[in-house]
């Protein structure tokens, strides 16, 4: 039987990335766990931010970010850049993450991510307590050991992406099915 629970259970899990901003003379990663895709054509995705975090100005500024996915192997430096500001300390350095240059935009993507999507902010909605920013995929950077030199696609299972669900960090589980596996027919 369902029962009544407390406003503000959301669905859960969601990712775990980072995002980055700034541009070449200052930067920042912080994480966000308030992002999806809104459109495939063209592709689209949003990030919600508090007005007061460090980073929405910089990307208010610049009207672009990258979002970083993030592995099991990431979760310190995950969990750190969710807690502390970019106000009191250089994030590069503190978690040892490494800042490579974006291609379709100024600011830099995470190195150690096994996919980073450029974006440029299409527009801004204010929500309540978060910003929504909505924004237009320019650019994916790929690593290149995740992807099937067969079929060229991102193996994103081998990837070992995290994901944030309740307070807490899971890296990915078991695969259950493909698209469509439901009503394909057996041999």
């Known amino acids: 039987m369902k ?14 990335v980072l995002v ?3 541009d070449s003379r200052e930067s920042n990663l912080f994480t966000v766990a ?10 689209m995705l949003y990030i919600s931010v508090r007005p007061e975090r460090h ?12 979002v970083n996915l993030t592995t099991a192997a990431m979760a310190r430096a995950t969990d750190f850049c969710g807690v502390r500001s970019g106000r009191d300390c250089n994030k590069w350095e503190a978690t ?15 190195e150690e991510s096994p996919l980073s999507i450029e974006c440029r902010v299409k527009s801004i909605m204010p929500l309540g307590s978060h910003d929504m920013f909505i ?13 099937d030199p067969v079929t060229g696609k991102f193996d994103l299972d081998a990837a070992g992406l ?17 698209f ?8």
């Open 55 to 66: 980073s929405y100005a910089m990307i208010k500024a610049n009207m672009q970010f990258t």
């Open 3 to 16: 029962e009544n629970w407390k406003p503000g259970t959301l669905v859960y899990p969601v990712p775990a």
């Open 162 to 178: 995290m994901s944030y669900s309740h307070g807490g960090y899971f890296a990915q589980g078991e695969k259950l099915g493909t």
């Open 96 to 110: 040892g993450l490494h800042p490579c240059s974006g291609v379709a935009v100024e600011c830099p993507a995470i």
């Open 135 to 147: 924004a237009e995929v320019v650019n994916v950077l790929a690593d290149s050991r995740w992807l």
């Open 20 to 22: 980055t901003c700034g």
């Open 34 to 43: 308030w992002t999806g895709t809104i459109c495939t054509n063209p592709a």
């Open 180 to 187: 469509g596996f439901s009503v394909k027919k057996k041999n």
